[in-house]
Nanobody
Framework: QVQLVESGGGLVQAGGSLRLSCVVS????????MGWFRQAPGKEREFVARITSRGRITDYADSVKGRFTISRDNAKNTVYLQMNSLKPEDTAVYYC?????????????WGQGTQVTVSS
């Protein structure tokens, strides 16, 4: 059974930083791309960032580009999201996900999410 567990969320003031972690169990993800998504209250879930299996290529939503950094440690089966210069509009539940090996737009496994709240 594949499980993803996010951690590191919390309450932070605008301009602050948080580092999210996502530990995957039940399968190795060293050959699989991973992504972070978020869902704010009343809004649809949106893409935040993704990283290829070896970490050589990353991609970000325009809204977080230059402020967030996705990384991974395949030895630990873990993906990270470093979030700097946080804004109130970054408030959301953040989810990590394992991308499908063949359909790049599809993510097969999801965590339960971690709440990030940014106060103004």
């Amino acid at each position: 059974q594949v499980q993803l567990v996010e951690s590191g969320g919390g309450l932070v003031q605008a301009g602050g930083s948080l580092r999210l972690s996502c530990v995957v169990s039940g399968r190795t993800v060293s050959n699989t791309a991973m992504g972070w998504f978020r869902q704010a209250p009343g809004k649809e879930r949106e893409f935040v960032a993704r990283i290829t299996s070896r970490g050589r290529i990353t991609d970000y939503a325009d809204s977080v580009k230059g402020r967030f950094t996705i990384s991974r440690d395949n030895a630990k089966n873990t993906v990270y999201l470093q979030m700097n210069s946080l804004k109130p509009e970054d408030t959301a539940v953040y989810y990590c996900a394992v991308r499908n090996d063949y359909v790049i737009s599809q993510y097969d496994y999801w965590g339960q999410g971690t709440q990030v709240t940014v106060s103004s």
